[in-house]
């Protein structure tokens, strides 16, 4: 059976198949390539042939690359990013590190459409909305809007933010922090070779910006910008951002321009993205597992969001392999997903990480003072310790060893 996103290519109305993913991002994309590499006839559900502008996860590291590469689409992923190999750190008024770390630069919707283009050709790929879906524990059944019936042993949502099949599954979904973190984006009109750093995280400390930090790093022959804050989209700061947001930037880090000259935003439109807290209730069902952002979102200033979603999709294949070989997707089998440890601890930490993150900013209070007080000596001190550790030895300790 073709594997295409061309919704014109016939692929029959009626299918068995083992596996049906809904939804063809990161995640979904990924599930649909690591299990039809491993023998199992898939089939991919999206409502879009292509994937649209979407701003989100514009960077990741070495250890996601990984888990695409296990999945089959390493080379697909290699396609479609720019690489860099260290990162420079500025904490405290000062560059305190220059990490050496492999990590990658692209737009979000030009990465999900080379993966998608890497999917195996075994992969069926249906552009369609799902209009009917029932899971039991013996057989899932799925219906799209043009017709399209399908029979599977497992379905995997990978929806995204989209909550139509959470809908129509009867799952709840509750939101614990709205508008926990405003990411903000924009290409700058410098170019990478502008700068003395391969890529930059500028941390921005002071309470009374409300902010956490900003990243400057390469996609492409373009620099891009991405800035998270605790604010409002209808803030009056973000709309002043909106309009100039190097200025905005400038404001926040007035060091920036006497290290490393001034910057200038390309033109085209800013990025603005409200980040909502949001998490799963009755989730667990027979014939049916929820994955990455469909099952949690988590804060993106903590780099966690993919390496989440990738993990999913690394557990779930390892306790599928074991569901397959016996009758039945009982909510028991569905269960050891949910409670695999190791994607327990990485979703408790992506949260853990998320309030954190913004109480180390905005909390009041005694025991938040003291846990930034804290924060800040202890790192001061590790940065000064690796200073020193790195330092050549001078003559009077050469002579004296």
């Not at 063809?24 to 999206?46: K, M, N, Q």
């Not at 890497?118 to 790929?125: A, I, T, Y």
Request: glycine fraction near 8%; aromatic fraction near 8%.
């Amino acid at each position: 059976m073709p594997n295409s996103l061309d919704p014109d290519i016939h692929i029959p109305t009626e299918a068995e198949v083992d596996v049906v993913v809904v939804g063809a991002g990161t995640a979904g994309t990924s599930a649909a390539s690591a299990f039809a590499h491993r023998g199992y006839d898939v089939a991919l559900i999206d409502v879009h042939p292509q994937h649209g502008i979407d701003f989100r996860a514009e960077k990741i590291g070495q250890p996601q690359m990984d888990y695409l590469a296990a999945f089959g689409l390493g080379e697909a992923a290699s396609r479609a990013v720019t690489p860099f190999d260290a990162v420079w750190i500025h904490r405290f008024g000062r560059i305190v590190e220059k990490r050496a770390k492999s990590e990658f630069g692209s737009s979000y919707q030009g990465f999900v459409n080379a993966l998608r283009r890497g999917l195996p050709p075994s992969v069926r790929v249906l552009v369609g909305r799902v209009d009917h879906i029932s899971t039991t524990g013996d057989r899932q059944e799925l219906t799209l809007a043009d017709g399209h019936h399908l029979g599977a042993r497992l379905v995997v949502v990978a929806t995204g933010l989209g909550d139509a099949v959470r809908q129509k599954l009867g799952i709840d979904r509750v939101t614990t922090s709205r508008s926990h973190t405003l990411a903000l984006g924009f290409d700058l009109a410098n170019r990478p070779s502008d700068f003395p750093f391969p890529s930059l995280v500028w941390n921005l400390e002071r309470p009374a910006d409300r902010a956490a930090f900003f990243t400057l790093f390469p996609i492409g022959d373009r620099m891009r910008a991405n800035l998270w804050v605790y604010r409002d989209p209808g803030d009056p700061w973000t709309q002043a951002f909106r309009r100039d947001p190097a200025m905005a930037v400038g404001r926040l880090a007035p060091g920036f321009e006497r290290q490393f000259g001034a910057i200038a935003a390309a033109e085209g439109a800013v990025s603005v993205r409200p980040i909502d807290l949001i998490e799963l209730k009755g989730y667990r069902r027979p014939g049916v597992v929820v994955i990455g952002d469909a099952f949690l979102t988590t804060c993106p200033s903590t780099g966690t969001g993919v390496d989440k979603a990738l993990c999913d999709v690394d557990r779930l294949l390892h306790h599928a392999q074991r569901w397959f070989d016996t009758p039945g997707m009982s909510a028991e089998k569905i269960g050891e997903f949910y409670d695999d440890p190791i994607k327990q601890e990485r979703d408790a930490n992506a949260v853990r990480l998320s309030w954190r993150a913004r109480s180390l900013r905005l909390d009041r209070g005694p025991v938040w003072a003291a846990r930034r007080l804290k924060s800040t000596v202890v790192e001061r001190s590790a940065y000064r310790l690796r200073g020193l550790l790195a330092r050549p030895p001078t003559v009077a300790s050469q002579v004296a060893g």
